[in-house]
């Protein structure tokens, strides 16, 4: 059974960094991709960076790019996404989320919905 498990999440002042964990587990094939959304109060859902762990590929919204990346550990287990020069819009509820049968990340990926998805860690930037 695939799980994943959030942490990091918490609150930070705007202009400050943090950085969130995926723990992925469950899935032995190499084709799959990890992606971190966010949703906020009253907001959609929104798409923010994928990687292919044991890939090259990864992708950032235009919203994070330039603020914010995503890379894995070596094994590919763990997917960790570095949020720097954060804003009060990135406040959301994060959530990892991970796609199987993929070895391309890509915006129209992340809106053809995902596999598994993890229960969400908190982010609240104060201004």
């Known amino acids: 059974e695939v799980q994943l498990v959030e942490s990091g999440g918490g609150l930070v002042q705007a202009g400050g960094s943090l950085r969130l964990s995926c723990a992925a587990s469950?899935?032995?094939?190499?084709?799959?991709?990890i992606a971190w959304f966010r949703q906020a109060p009253g907001k959609e859902r929104e798409g923010v960076s994928c990687i292919i762990p044991r890939g090259n590929s990864t992708w950032h919204a235009d919203s994070v790019k330039g603020r914010f990346t995503i890379f894995s550990d070596n094994a590919g287990n763990t997917v960790y996404l570095q949020m720097n020069s954060l804003k009060p819009e990135d406040t959301a509820v994060y959530y990892c989320?991970?796609?199987?049968?993929?070895?391309?990340?890509?915006?129209?990926?992340?809106?053809?919905?995902?596999?598994?998805w993890g229960k969400g860690t908190p982010v609240t930037v104060s201004s």
């Open positions: 469950g899935y032995t094939r190499d084709d799959y991709a």
């Open positions: 989320t991970l796609d199987r049968f993929v070895t391309y990340c890509s915006g129209l990926l992340l809106l053809g919905g995902m596999d598994y």
